[in-house]
C-alpha cells in the first residue's frame, strides 16, 4: 500500500506560467517532507523540503505548501522554465528514512 | 564538491551471474542508502547504513541480495545469483544526517538477460 501517492504521472504546462504538482500522504507520522527533481540518466536532485510545523516554504521559483489536516503537499514552480521539465518526486519522512511517491512528468513548453 | 559515486553505470549480465554495485558516499555523511528504480514500484528503499551498521534492511527483496559497509567512504549491493526481474536503476544517496535531504548518485542501470 502506497504511503506516498503522486496520483498524476505527468503534467504539462505553457512557459510562463505556473506548475502546480501534487503530493498526498497517508501516515500521520511523517514530519518532514521533501521534493525531488530528476533528469534522464541522472539520480534525483534535492529540490526543497517542509517541516510538518510549517505550511509553507518558498525558495526562489518553488515554493512547497502542505496541508497536514488533508495529508496533502504541493510544489508551486512560477515561472514555469523549459529547463524545469522533468520528473518530480515528493518524499516523506518520520524515521530517518524516506518514502518516494512514483513521480509526476512535467513537461514546459516553450 | 565529489557528490555521490556510484559504478558502474551500466551492467548488462546473464542471468545467475554475481553482480556487484559500487558506492562512495559524500565525504563526513553517516547515513548511506540503496534504492531500486522500476517502472512498476517507483523508487524504493532497499537498506540504509548509520556509521557504517545496516540500520533497516527490510526493503532487501530476498537473500540474493545483500549489501555492506565495509569503511565510512565505501558500500556494495551484491546480487548472486542474479534474475531477469532484478533488472532496475540501483541508486545510492547519502546524508548528513538522518532528516537531512539525501544526496544521489546517477546511478547504475543493471540489466539481466
Known amino acids: 500500500d502506497q504511503q506516498v501517492k503522486q496520483n498524476s504521472p505527468s503534467l504539462s504546462v505553457q512557459e510562463g506560467r505556473i506548475s502546480i504538482l501534487n503530493c498526498d500522504y497517508t501516515?500521520?507520522?511523517?514530519?518532514?517532507f521533501l521534493w525531488y527533481k530528476k533528469y534522464p540518466a541522472e539520480g534525483p536532485t534535492f529540490l526543497i523540503s517542509?517541516?510538518?510545523?510549517?505550511d509553507k516554504n518558498e525558495d526562489g521559483r518553488f515554493t512547497v505548501f502542505l496541508n497536514k489536516s488533508a495529508k496533502h503537499l504541493s510544489l508551486h514552480i512560477v515561472p514555469s522554465q523549459p529547463g524545469d521539465s522533468a520528473v518530480y518526486f515528493c518524499?516523506?519522512?518520520?524515521?530517518?528514512?524516506?518514502?518516494f511517491g512514483k513521480g509526476t512528468k512535467l513537461s514546459v513548453k516553450p | 564538491d565529489a557528490g555521490v559515486i556510484q559504478s558502474p553505470r551500466h551492467e548488462v549480465t546473464e542471468m545467475g551471474q554475481e553482480v556487484t554495485l559500487r558506492c562512495k558516499p559524500i565525504?563526513?555523511?553517516?547515513?548511506l542508502f540503496w534504492y531500486r528504480q522500476t517502472m512498476m514500484r517507483g523508487l524504493e528503499l532497499l537498506i540504509y547504513?548509520?556509521?557504517?551498521?545496516?540500520?533497516?534492511d527490510s526493503g532487501m527483496p530476498e537473500d540474493r541480495f545483500s549489501a555492506k559497509m565495509p569503511n565510512a567512504s565505501f558500500s556494495t549491493l551484491k546480487i548472486q545469483p542474479s534474475e531477469p526481474r532484478d533488472s532496475a536503476v540501483y541508486f545510492c544517496a547519502s546524508s548528513f544526517t538522518g532528516n537531512q535531504p539525501q544526496h544521489f548518485g546517477d546511478g547504475t542501470r543493471l540489466s539481466i538477460l
Open positions: 547504513f548509520n556509521n557504517n551498521v545496516p540500520i533497516d
Open positions: 518524499a516523506a519522512s518520520g524515521q530517518g528514512n524516506l518514502i
Open positions: 501516515n500521520s507520522m511523517f514530519d518532514y
Open positions: 565525504s563526513g555523511h553517516d547515513y
Open positions: 517542509i517541516s510538518s510545523i510549517k
